[in-house]
Each structure stands twice: as C-alpha cells, then as structure tokens.
C-alpha cells in the first residue's frame, strides 16, 4: 500500500523542484499529443522550446518576442499570486485587463491628437485606474455582502467583453478608418505609443513596469507587514483575525492591485504590441497568468521565470504552427496541461509518500 | 421597437431549450458540492461535452449516441480532477479553474475540422395528444428528449438525496467528512462517484449546446454557460428544485435579451448580451446578502484521512 504522511512544512526542495518536474511531464505527455497528431514530437517540443531562442534563422525575430509576452503575462502574474497567498480567487484578470486598455486608451484619445509629453504617463494612470475600478466590483460586494469573488470577477470578464465590443465599434471607433471597428492605431501617435525603448530586445514600458512589480512584490512579502498580513490571511484566516487584520482591507487591498496592474498590461499591450483597441484585442492573458502565477509558485521571482517560460510557449507554439502545421489549440491544450500536472507533482511539496501498511 | 414580433409562446418554447444545458450542468455540479467538493471545471467539461457529442454525431449521424460519448468523456476528464484533487490532494480551485483551461484547449483541439459543419439533430417528440393541444402544446410538449429527462433527472436527484441511504451518505461526506470517515464510508470513493456523476451531466449539457441549442460548434461556444451553472448552484442553496427554477430564470434571461436584440430594443446592445452575466451577479449578490447559506460544510475542504 502507498499512502500520504503530511509534511509539518512545506518541503523547500520539492517547492523547487515540482515545477521543473512539471515541465518536464508537460514535454512527454505534449511529445505523445503531438505523435497522435501525426507530428514529429521531439522535432515539436525542440521547435517549441528551443528554436524561439537558439534557432539560427527565426531567433533573431523571435527573442524579442519573448519579453513582449512574457510583460503583460508577468504583470498580470504578480498582482493575481497577492490575492492567490491570501485565499482570494481573483479569475476575473483578462475583464480587468480589457478595461485597463479600454480606459487608457479612451483617455488618450479623448485628448487626440495632443502630443503633450504627460500624455502617455496619463494614459497609464487611466489604465491602472481602469482595471483597479473594474477589480473593486468584486472587492465591494465581497466585502459588503460576503458574495462570492470568482463568481463574480468572472462574469465581470463576459461583461467587459461586451464593452469591449461596443466601443471599438463605437465610442472607441477611429473617425478617419471607414467605418471599420477598431480604434485609432497607437503606433502612430508618438505622444501615446509604448515603443520599444532598446532595439530588437522586445523591451517596452511594460516590461519595465513588470520587473518593477516582481521587485515591489519581493519587498512586500519578504519586508513589509502588509505581506505578511495577507500571507497570514491566508494560512491562517482565524489567526489573522486575532492579530487584528482586518480582512475587508486585505481584500481590497488583492483584488485592487491584481486591478491596477492588469490594467496596466492591457494599457501597455494596446498602446504597444496589439497598437488598437478591436473587438478581440484580448488574447487570454488574464486566464494564461493564473497558470504563470501557480507555475512560479506565487513567488514572485518563481512567476517572473514562469512568465519567460509561457511566453516561449507562446512563441515556440507560433513558430510550431507554422513550421509543423501544429493546430494553435494544442498549445492551449499544453498550457493546460502544465498547471495540471504542477498541480499533481505538489503532492510531493506538502506530503511523504511512504509504503506499506501505514497507521492510517 | 417592435415587441409585438416576440411570440409568447415560442419564447416560452425556447426558454426551455435555452435553460436545459445549464440545468444539466447545475444539478450535476450540485451533487459534486453536495459531497463536499468544490469542481469549478464545470465551463472545461461542459465544452468537452460540446465538441465530443458534436463530432460523434456529425461521424455517426446518430445525436443520442453522440450525447452518450459525450456524457462519457467529460465523465472521464473530470476523473482527472478526481485524481488530482480525491488522491494527490490538489487545491480544488485551482485544480478546477486548471480544468477548465485543459477543457478549453482540449476542446478547440478537437473541433477544428468540424467548425462550420452541420449535425444531425434530436428529433422533437411527439406526444400524442398533449403535443396538439393548442398554445401549451406548442410551449411545453413539444420539444426534444433531452429537455425532459433533464427535469426528470432534478426529480430523481431530488429524490435520491432526501430519501434513499445513498443520498444519505453523499450528504454526510459533504457535511462532515471526519464522521463520515469515522462511520467507515468511503469518503475519497463516494466523491470520485459525485465527481464522474456531475462530470456526465455536465457533459451532456455542453452536447446539448452544440447539437440542439445551437447547433453547430464554435470555439468556446459555452461562452460562460459552466460559470452560470456553478452560480446557479449558489443561487439555489444546494437545492435540487431550485436549480431548475434557477436554470430556467437564466435562460429565459437569455432567451428574452436575444428576442430583444432582435426587436432592435432600444438599448445598447452590449447591455443587452451582457446581462445574462450582470444578472448572475446581481442574483448572487441578492443571494449573499440574504446571508442564507446552506453550503455544505465540507465544501473545498481537502479529505485526508491521517488528518
């Protein structure tokens, strides 16, 4: 017989090691997804994880990338895995992301064609502000009525796409584009355009805000006494309590900065690689970065490696389609099967697996 | 605004075949919760459901068996969270949202050569007497199989759980699964059950979708039918009955937003698809502030049985 004897602690090594074994289970199961596909599998996971960085001819093109993915993904990552510590279910990242970009965006071409240099800092201001008013629905109504924050962050998810849908088809729309939905293109404006700020690096505004975040994460939780109230929050509701940590301010305090920095990648995602709001301006950032978030452990160094790893996914999963004809789903389908098998593998983190009878 | 171009009796009509996919994932999710686990792959499952039933139906030209295999593999996929959850002790919301995703996947991965393609459908019943009688003939006996044996399946699982020594048990692992383990059940065996139980319904509520509500397949063409579900369960407070009632106030919301849409409503048509989801949060809020629960008191709590 095989049974479970629960660890007093977390096992530090197997905190680390279950990712990479996670990886690894993704590579071969991936690998056998792939032969049932009718594809090479070695030559699919080697153009997946390898070509995107190493390949002689596409790398060039396709390091760059990383960074551009990986920013909104780390961003997103970073504010989810605060709320995630305390036992705040925030799901609802992509809806928050889409009114981030939707408010940032609307701000800036409230003011078109305005080449003010405080524009785009306004436009990030709008944008955070967006998302963190899009994250306090939940906030409020969990604070003031105990309903229910998946639920409800969700659904609010459907509700922003309808928005989504009808502004940049009307508010949003750009006057001079015939009709067609879909706003202004940022790229063209130079006052309101998150550019690359060192060439062919992928490096953007957002990915300087993403680094800023994991480093203010690190200090929050390793320094500050808010991290560890909402860690507490977390592990220990009722201990929490009795310290006097109010538990509608830490709710708040989760749900608003998952907000404000979803926001804040959508903001830069719009003004930067997507360059206008459309209707399917939103590509499952918010949903990829819960992945990100377990993946890195809610550690925010962890999720700053699991970004860059996703974001290959991503662009290895591009390169796939193209050189292997592998279907796009499949790499959904990977993604998902990541967290799957994280999941499973942290078996090990918090329990012994021991043989024979045991006293259970 | 022409609201006389909505015929009361076809709305009725297809309010019932609009709420019949989430009833089917609702009471099916109920009795997960009822047992004490918390699954919110209900949206993975249900799209599972969608694409299997569409494309066994689509290759075999047969609906029912299509709805059977589709039961089936979402069935089998929610093992997984079984496995995940029941066995190695994951997180039941992550494990759950992880669901989701992998279904989501899974699901676009398996539909892409169907996209666009045409299903044979269930056919209407015809109930003798009761199909012709005028107006309610029209509204309520004149529909396919699968919108009654899902009200027949509330009836039973109703039934199941107040009455017999089965819905016992499954009540008291989700109550209390320390006593329920103490008086010798099997609490990880009767949860694996609830867990493939609701895993079927959910999956036969995302064959409905595609092969009689719509019928055809989209990628995610759930579009949040699963997350209705799972707050219809809410909604309901764990309440066979009230699942159905609930299930039928969301597809008529549906169903009425459409007819507006259609009507050219004189309001903005992002409200209008939006309020199926601003509903549901307005329901839940209603529901929370009630501050009547009745939640299982086992319910996402992980089972151990050293502990």
Known sequence: ?360 | MDLSSINPVLLVASIMVSATPILLAAIGEMVVERAGVLNLGVEGMMITGAVVGFAVAVNTGNPALGFAVAALASAVLSLSFGVLTQLLLSNQVATGLGLTLVGLGLSSLIGKPYEGMKSPTLPKLDMGFLSDMPVVGRMLFSHDLMVYLSLALVIVVWAVLKYTRIGLILRAVGENHDAAHALGYKVVRIRMMAIFFGGACAGLGGAYLSLVRVPQWTEGMTAGAGWIALAIVVFASWRAGRVAIGAYLFGGVTVLQLNLQAAGAAVPVALLSASPYLMTILVLVFISARGAHGAPASLGRPFHASA
């Not at chain 1, 989504?164 to 706003?183: C, E, H, T």
């Open chain 1, 1 to 360: 017989m095989i049974h479970l004897e629960k660890r007093p602690q977390p096992s530090q090594v197997w905190t680390v090691i279950t990712p990479v074994l996670a990886v690894i289970l993704t590579m071969i199961v991936g690998g056998m997804m792939f032969a049932a596909l009718g594809k090479p599998p070695l030559e699919a996971i080697r153009t997946i994880f390898w070509d995107p960085l190493f390949h002689p001819q596409f790398a060039g093109y396709s390091r760059p990338q990383l960074l551009v993915k990986a920013g909104p993904l780390i961003l997103i990552a970073i504010g989810l895995s605060v709320g995630f510590r305390a036992g705040i279910w925030n799901i609802g990242a992509e809806g928050q992301y889409i009114m981030g970009a939707i408010c940032g965006a609307g701000a800036g071409l409230a003011l078109y064609p305005s080449e003010s240099v405080l524009l785009f800092p306004m436009m990030v201001i709008a944008g955070a502000l967006g998302g963190w008013a899009w994250s306090m629905i939940p906030a409020i109504l969990k604070t003031k009525f105990g309903t229910n924050e998946i639920l409800v962050s969700l659904m609010l998810v459907y509700v922003a796409e309808s928005i989504l849908a009808s502004v940049s088809s009307g508010l949003l729309r750009n006057p001079d584009g015939m009709g067609f939905p879909g706003s202004r293109n940022f790229q063209q404006w130079d006052a309101a355009a998150n550019r690359e700020l060192i060439a062919n690096t992928g490096m953007h505004w957002g990915v300087v805000f993403a680094l800023i975040a994991v480093i203010a994460a690190y200090v929050l939780f390793a320094r500050h006494i808010r991290g560890f109230q909402i860690r507490l929050s977390g592990e220990a509701p009722r201990a929490a309590r009795f310290a006097g940590v109010n538990p509608n301010r830490i709710v708040i305090f989760c749900l608003g900065t998952a907000g404000a920095l979803a926001g804040l990648a959508g903001l830069f995602e719009v003004t930067g690689p997507a360059g206008q709001i459309s209707i399917d301006f939103n590509s499952g950032y918010g949903f990829t970065a819960i992945i990100v978030a377990f993946l890195g452990r809610l550690h925010p160094v962890g999720i700053l490696l699991a970004g860059l790893l996703m974001a290959l996914t991503y662009i290895g999963g591009e390169l796939a389609q193209l050189m292997l004809g592998v279907p796009g789903a499949s790499i959904q389908l990977f993604q998902g099967m990541l967290l799957f098998f994280l999941l499973a593998t942290d078996v090990f983190t918090n329990y012994r697996i021991r043989f024979g009878q045991g006293a259970a």
